[in-house]
Each structure stands twice: as structure tokens, then as C-alpha cells.
């Protein structure tokens, strides 16, 4: 938000807090970081806004796994906020709920930094501002176990996480979104079964996991150290 010293307090508060078509500013708690900043002589103040839930409207051929995949949701957020929606009688012009985006970014977002994965190149990207830090080979879900195209962040950090479901240790795994209420994908090295033998070494670049985008041991371990909880992540079709 641009400032200017006659910008403030009764001005900013008369807004109705409308930033664009269901974007919001949280005007009340804006005031003090636009008052701030006017103060210190700056011209821009950053605050935050909300983004509401949307209405979308049943194509022929949709199904739920499409309409969430298609809007960057994980299957299990729209059914969450369409309770009693059974996914196997969705009918044209059926109206559902597309949650809002702000549930995939529960932490403060850092600035400046930003993971790119392209599924098309099967290539991972950090950036710094507009420099690119790393150009990784990446491999990322198969067809029938996708990694979602869409806008997330890094939510969690650990040097080794366990996945029960497929016996699998992950070295440097950071998670990115929950495809379920207790199960996140993320980023992280070639992962190990218990037994010790190491899955997909040599298949890099194309797509292979289960869903989350897999790194080479020492590519993993670079990004895993460059990066913070909160970082932007783009996927990329």
C-alpha cells in the first residue's frame, strides 16, 4: 500500500476495506503498519488482506479431483467445506465451495525467497528476489499420485521424516500442503526404505514419487539449509 501523510487513521478506516473481487484489507490491524510507516518517512506500508472463500460452478466432465486439482487444492479441502458433497454424484451446474486460498498459508510468508518447481521440467528453482540461487533436477508425482499445481509455502522442517505408508525415510523433507488432515507432501532427498535400499536413485527427471518432488542427496541438503519455514513455493505446470 502506497502512503502519504493525510493517508491515515479516519481515511484508511473509511475504506470498506475492498482491495480487488473477494480480496479484503484487514483495515483495522493496517492502520498501525500504514501509521508507522508514514512516521518513519516511507512511502509503502505492508499489510495484509484476506481472500474469500468462491463459488464454482459444475462443468460436464468435472470431478472433484479435477475442480480441486484445477483451483490448487488438495481433494480433502473442498470436501471440507462442503460437507455432505459426495464427490461421485457431482452434476452440471451443481454449485460447491472452492475454500479460501489463506488456508494453504498458515505462516508468515518470507519475503524475498521463493521455490519454482515446473512439472513440464521436472526442474526445481530457488530464487532470491530476482536472482536464481539453485537449478536442481527434480522428479515429482506419477499420474495416477500427482503433485498438485498451485501456490503453497514451506510448513514444516525435518532432518529425516518417516512416511508409515510406504515404510520410506525422506532426509531433509520439507512439507508444503497437507493432502490429507494428518499427511503432508513436500520437497526432499531420494528417500530410503527401512530395509536400506534407496528408491529412484538414477531416475531423476522424470516423474516417480508419490506425490512430493524429490531431490539428489546433496541437492536436498543445500535447499533443505537455504531455506525457512514460510517460503514461498510455486508448482508449476
Not at 81 to 108: E, H, R, Y
Request: charged share 15%; aromatic share 8%.
Amino acid at each position: 500500500v502506497t502512503v502519504r501523510a493525510g493517508v491515515v487513521g479516519q481515511n484508511l478506516a473509511a475504506l470498506d476495506g475492498t482491495v480487488a473481487d473477494g480480496v479484503l484489507l484487514d483495515v483495522d490491524g493496517s492502520i498501525p503498519a500504514v501509521r508507522a510507516a508514514v512516521e518513519a518517512g516511507a512511502h509503502r506500508a505492508r499489510v495484509a488482506v484476506a481472500h474469500l472463500p468462491r463459488t464454482y460452478t459444475v462443468q460436464p466432465g468435472d470431478t472433484l479431483v479435477s475442480i480441486a486439482h484445477d483451483h490448487g487444492f488438495p481433494v480433502w479441502r473442498l470436501t471440507q467445506v462442503n460437507p455432505g458433497l459426495d464427490p461421485g454424484a457431482l452434476q452440471p451446474a451443481q454449485q460447491i465451495v472452492i475454500p479460501s486460498v489463506d488456508v494453504l498459508f498458515p505462516l508468515p510468508l518470507v519475503e524475498g525467497r521463493r521455490i519454482v518447481v515446473d512439472l513440464s521440467e521436472q526442474r526445481l528453482r530457488a530464487y532470491e528476489g530476482d536472482n536464481l540461487v539453485y537449478d536442481f533436477v527434480a522428479s515429482t508425482g506419477v499420474a495416477s499420485s500427482p503433485s498438485i499445481a498451485g501456490v503453497f509455502q514451506v510448513l514444516s522442517k525435518e532432518e529425516e521424516a518417516y512416511a508409515s505408508s510406504w515404510d520410506l525415510w525422506m532426509p531433509h523433507f520439507m512439507g508444503i500442503y497437507r493432502t490429507g488432515p494428518n499427511f503432508t507432501n513436500g520437497i526432499h532427498a531420494l528417500p530410503t526404505l527401512s530395509s536400506g535400499v534407496r528408491l529412484w536413485e538414477g531416475l531423476l527427471g522424470r516423474p516417480v514419487s508419490y506425490g512430493c518432488i524429490v531431490l539428489g542427496l546433496d541437492e536436498a541438503a543445500a535447499l533443505y539449509r537455504w531455506t525457512e519455514l514460510g517460503t514461498l513455493v510455486v508448482i508449476q505446470e
